[in-house]
């Protein structure tokens, strides 16, 4: 009877509260915890050199309050919330050097607060389609498309002087895959993986 008990505490174990660790290419490593396959409370990757790349927790498979995001150098990269794997309130993005560059505010990225203007489709409630805002100087302040309300595709933002800010894909809503981020000059400061 102790063997049987004992074998079925083994299976259910694995399949509720492990630490997972995963390995992309060599290159990062995240661990964290799995509860019915999805991502629970607190997840951290490290860069190949054991070094933060981000940190933060999750509810049900989704991104969930505070996040850090990390160069390669460790220093401190962006951070902000999530709810509900949702970007909201104030992202904070900084230089290699630990200088902030610039502040991003519910989704759209700027600087000191301008005006913005922005074009697209709404079926229904919901956004659909091709969306473009732009600064009150008339440059771009980000373009991308919409499915179902929900950011879907490829998506750039840019500065207030109509340089790229950053870019990548989101998935219903979700960032996915990788992001790159630009100081005002265009220069790449950070590349994040999804």
């Keep these: 009877m102790t063997k049987i008990l004992f074998f079925a505490w083994v299976l259910y174990f694995p399949m509720n509260h492990p630490l997972y660790n995963k390995t992309n290419e060599g290159k990062i490593s995240c661990s964290g915890s799995l509860i019915d396959d999805l991502k629970q409370g607190y997840w951290k990757c490290t860069y190949k050199d054991g070094k933060t790349l981000r940190e933060g927790a999750y509810l049900h498979g989704k991104r969930h309050g505070y996040w850090r995001f990390y160069h390669q150098n460790g220093v401190l990269a962006a951070d902000g919330y999530y709810k509900v794997g949702e970007e909201t309130g104030v992202w904070n993005i900084y230089n290699e050097n630990g200088k902030l560059l610039f502040t991003r505010v519910e989704g759209l990225w700027g600087t000191d607060g301008p005006e913005i203007t922005c074009n697209g489709s709404i079926t ?45 894909t989101y998935q219903r809503g979700q960032e996915v895959g990788k992001w790159k981020i630009y100081d005002e000059g265009g220069r790449l400061i950070l590349e994040r993986f999804d």
Aim: charged share 25%.
């Design 124 to 168: 229904g409630d919901r956004k659909e389609g091709l969306w473009i805002c732009f600064y009150d100087n008339g440059n771009k302040l980000q373009e991308g498309g919409y499915f179902a309300g929900k950011r879907d595709g490829y998506w750039r933002m840019f500065h207030q002087n109509g340089v790229l800010a950053a870019e990548g």
